[in-house]
RNA sequence: CCGAUUCCUUACCGGG
């Protein structure tokens, strides 16, 4: 008899997680049980693909089958609750890691801190991380750096900046991720002076940029409608021999495009082949959003067509050209586009349909757009705040405002609130 | 016997 072990990590390695969390399965009950070594690489391997309930439903049968979980074992199911948003039972698990003396570690309270944030926890997270300050003389970096962004994502760029003197006065040293993280929070909140202020500051400080600080700087500029500047900070970085990724490109795509110079956009594509960097789904994306603004529908499809040759179509491309044929008041096309999507294995979500909703409800047609909130309402698809708009305001036009009246009432028994 | 496995962080595109 030999240990599977091996085996399993060779399937996880060439991405046949589900196979290799089979044959974890069924060795479960054979007369030799795996190591918890195993067990962790493959509840490892479908945390990583974001396959967060397959992992609890497997964590399950490895307790069931009688192993003994380690401290890994537990940080990965509290990192699936977390990412899931299921705090509750995060910290149910957290509290019974440390009942039973798993000591919790960095990678344990970065989980949950992240956790805090997604959900919008901004008191929780600020009182559990206070705690792992008090009780901790290791925080670590990568801890750090999610309070900050965390942070940064919930808006409090003051929080942020404290955690940031926080870490060096405990002799923490912020690494580039730490500056990207301050960097983007900074930009989103429109104060592009102080992102380029640390931007200085992390090129001083000889950590060097990468290709995550030039496309946040160059996105913080697109963002705020300084498309010129990104353009001219992504020529100086070549001078500086910088060396730009497929993302970098995006965002220098996307600055062409807002500044009406789709053709220099065409023209980049190119040199993205030259310099073996090729363009990828988000890159054509890109492109055809921005034809489709300019109401050049046909050279959208054009680009819709070559696209295919290299890279697969996903449902933000649909979307985007279903909203440029509508915008262009061609809904039948939308509508054609909108069933052609399973044909690349796409599944209509919820901007489709509110696209295609929308369009309808903009001509008039309340029968066919209310057909679509059923269907999608049929296939599972919960509509948003978005689509409800559309449609209440397509019965304002038409001055059905008692239809209008149950849409709002529906909206809030959804528990979503109009705004 | 030893080793083996592991867990946490940052950027780009679509709708009212």
Not at 131 to 137: A, G, I, Q, S, V
Not at 197 to 222: A, I, P, R
Request: with cysteine.
């Amino acid at each position: 008899y030999f240990n599977n072990h091996h085996h399993i990590q060779t399937l996880c390695n060439t991405g046949n997680v589900e196979e290799a969390a089979q044959e974890l399965h069924s060795s479960l009950h054979a007369s030799y049980e795996p190591s918890i070594y195993t067990c962790n690489l493959v509840l490892g391997a479908l945390s990583k693909q974001k396959r967060y309930q397959s992992a609890l439903s497997l964590y399950q049968a490895i307790s069931h089958a009688g192993i003994t979980p380690d401290h890994i074992t537990l940080n990965t199911v509290v990192n699936c609750h977390c990412q899931m948003g299921d705090m509750s039972f995060a910290m149910k698990v957290f509290d019974e890691m440390t009942a039973h003396n798993y000591s919790p570690s960095n990678a344990t309270f970065a989980a949950l801190v992240k956790g805090f944030c997604r959900t919008g926890k901004l008191a929780e997270c600020i009182e559990f991380f206070s705690k792992f300050l008090k009780e901790n003389y290791s925080v670590d970096v990568t801890t750090y750096n999610v309070m900050m962004d965390g942070m940064c994502k919930m808006g409090n760029l003051k929080e942020a900046m404290g955690l940031f003197e926080l870490m060096a006065k405990n002799e923490c040293f912020a690494d580039v991720c730490s500056y990207n993280i301050l960097i983007r929070g900074f930009c989103k909140q429109g104060m592009l002076n102080k992102a380029l202020q640390l931007f200085h500051e992390l090129e001083e400080k000889g950590l060097g940029c990468d290709v995550v600080t030039y496309s946040t700087v160059m996105d913080g500029f697109v963002k705020e409608n300084r498309p010129h500047d990104a353009v001219r900070f992504f020529y100086e970085g070549l001078h500086k021999g910088f060396r730009p990724n497929v993302v970098v490109y995006n965002v220098l795509v996307n600055g062409l495009c807002k500044i009406g110079e789709s053709s220099q956009a065409l023209e980049v594509l190119d040199e993205m082949y030259e310099q073996g960097c090729g363009p990828n789904v988000v890159t054509f994306n890109t492109i055809i959003d921005c034809l489709c603004k300019e109401g050049k529908m046909r050279e959208a499809m054009d680009v819709f067509d070559k696209m295919k040759e290299v890279a697969i179509p996903s449902a933000v491309t649909y979307s985007t050209l279903m909203d440029g044929f509508c915008k262009d008041g061609n809904v039948d096309e939308a509508i054609r586009l909108f069933h052609q999507m399973p044909d690349d294995e796409l599944v209509p979500d919820v901007v489709c349909y509110g696209i295609v909703i929308d369009g309808l409800c903009k001509q008039g047609c309340m029968n066919d757009a209310i057909h679509f909130l059923l269907l999608m309402l049929k296939r599972k698809i919960s509509p948003d705040s978005i689509v409800y708009s559309a449609l209440i305001n397509g019965y304002c036009k038409q001055g059905k405002l008692q239809e209008a009246r149950n849409l709002m009432q529906e909206m809030r028994e959804k528990g979503l609130r109009p705004d």
